[in-house]
């Protein structure tokens, strides 16, 4: 019920909020900006102080890193940059999430928007979201967004096998 109103209603909460937001500012007696400017001072004041001992500890850190734990460091990240790569190329080519009809009834998928853990998954993995276009049915998941490849090594395993069979 709240997300009907919502939706239909949004641009007039909105309005009647900002006008009491409006008012409030005109009546009110306190001192927001020298409040506002005091607390922004001391966020800046923080925010300084975090930054000058994370370059400390960085500076530390680099003068006292031998060559075998940066050689180390640097073979770890490659190991994880390989494991992320082969993921994102296995899940690009997968018959699986390359389709594009529902595991479920079998009728064709429409994009719907992401939802926001999508959206940090698919900075590794390129996935979109869809939903099964059978309202009986309604499946929503994954698939992947680089079809193309999957299309690609299927058309070419296909033609293989047909070339193989004579």
């Known amino acids: 019920m709240i997300r009907r109103l919502w939706r239909e209603f949004s641009a007039e909460i909105v309005a009647l909020c900002l ?14 900006r020298a409040t506002f400017v005091r607390i922004l001072g001391s966020l800046l004041a923080a925010l300084a102080s975090v930054g000058r001992a994370i370059v400390q500890g960085l500076r530390y ?3 006292h890193v031998t060559l075998s734990d940066a050689i180390g460091l640097m073979v770890i990240a490659l190991a994880i940059w390989i494991v992320v790569w082969r993921v994102r190329w296995r899940m690009a080519r997968s018959e699986h999430l390359a389709s594009r009809v529902c595991p479920e009834c079998g009728s064709r998928l429409d994009r719907v928007h992401r939802r926001t853990g999508d959206r940090l998954f698919t900075w590794i993995v390129p996935l979109r979201r869809y ?3 059978n309202h009986d049915c309604r499946w929503t998941g994954l698939r992947s967004r680089l079809r193309r490849f999957a299309e690609e090594e299927a058309h070419a395993s296909t033609a293989s096998d047909a070339s193989g069979d004579t």
Do not use: D, H, N, P
């Open 19 to 32: 006008a009491g937001i409006g008012t409030f500012l005109l009546l009110e007696r306190m001192q927001i």
């Open 61 to 63: 850190e680099a003068t």
């Open 131 to 133: 939903r099964c276009a």
